[in-house]
């Protein structure tokens, strides 16, 4: 059950990324540093905002906002300069903001752990199947398929999400046909950010929060997105539940090659499908 | 006042050269009709004007305003429909979902006469097949939603290029009519072909471009008039 929620965070990590690449070509490597901003905010929020029941889904709300913000001023000022730049600028600029932004963590927050407490109405365990579960998984449990359905409603459902789908064959053409397509770019780069931020500020009350969480997040985020088809949205999604509970399952049963199984699943799947399970050819 | 005019354009595709000192007009109304070999610039003539390879030098005049260099979501938005060679529908789009996302959203709500129900009217196998992935449909029926999406924008001028290419005679045939019913409805367009029978009837005035220049310019009926000038620069 625990490995089902990793998944999720995983998930909304991995949805965002997969996303922003699927548009604007763009593997944002600092995408893991979104998620750990987003935590980071949370355990702000939660100590600023004053001790009521409201305070936590408040904060919930309000980090990934300001991760959205972060995603925005980044998208703006940074990356609409090197899009039409070489890949490996690109893979250099972002890798560089993980550094920009784990160093303006440090100074912001300090060293030291924090963690974030779990709202007083979740903060017991529930029995399932015998087993006591913490009442916050079951939360993030419940959580996940609304997300996903209104993720889903978002791409298949509004002319928003045509856009989207359309941008990841031919954006060219897009442009062609009067869309702004550099305004689309801003707000799917703000759209996966917040959705970073989503994941790392309801990931937040189950962890330590720290720095180093954006590199762990991001090297599994990334295995999930290349598992699951590059720009895939239900691949991402199978594929981080799948993730989720290997991990999980991994370190319970043979914790010395957990990390190992991962990658050597992915590797078989780029072997047999180099798309992803779901993903599409480069034609 | 020409609604649109190229005035002395010079493209580069990278380093080489493509257009020289092109010069033409299109008045409001007009089927103006491109004719040239394979390779002698009539794409990229077109390109040029919806600013997907912005000219180096020259003008591209639209109701008398220079938009040389302007993003091609702009020019689009400023009445230019592009129709490109190679159709370029979106395959994991509906039909429906390939023509909602070209749909006008610009300007102060002065939406032009197309509408989805109305370009369905124009290409009714497209109705039938609105909830069909662009990707599943047959060439012909590609060629149609491709300008289908286009008309959703609204353009005042239709820049069509090569629309017959690698279809099959009677899906030309089709076409052909339903182009002429765009002309009856007063568009105007700029039709960029190397088939002379596809645009002899639907043009109104021809200019050949060989080697990325213009070499020839008439009205269509003195054009027909004079097979040297077909043999000169069409004949295969």
Known sequence: MSGLSVGMFLFLVSVGMSLIFGVTRIVNLAHGSFYMVGAYLMVTLVEVLPDRPWAFWVALLLAPLGVAMLGGVIEIG????????????????????????????????????????????????VRVFGQPFPSYYVLVLGLAPLVALALWLVFYRTRWGMLIRAATVDREMLGALGVNVAALYTQVFVFGSALAGLGGALAAPTVAVALGMDGDVLTTAFVVVVIGGLGSFAGSFISALLVGLLQSFGILVFPAVSIVLLFAIMAVVLIVRPWGLLGRPEQ | MALLELSHVETYYGDSHILFDLSLTVEAGEVVCLLGRNGAGKTTTVRTIIGLTPPHTGRVILRGRDVAGFAPFRVVRLGIGFVPEDRRIFPNLTVHENLEVARRTWGNGRAGPWTEDRVFELFPILRERARQLGGTLSGGEQQMLTIARTLMGNPEVLLLDEPSEGLAPLVVETLRQQLGRLKASGLTMVLAEQNVRFVSELGDRVYIVEKGMVRYQDSMATFLADPEVRRAYLAV
């Open chain 1, 78 to 125: 940074l990356l609409r300069l090197i899009y039409r730049r070489d890949p490996l600028m690109q893979l250099i600029l972002t890798f560089g903001l993980i550094l920009v932004i784990g160093t303006l963590v440090l100074l912001a927050w300090g060293p030291d752990n924090k963690s974030v407490p779990r709202p007083a109405a979740l903060a017991g365990s």
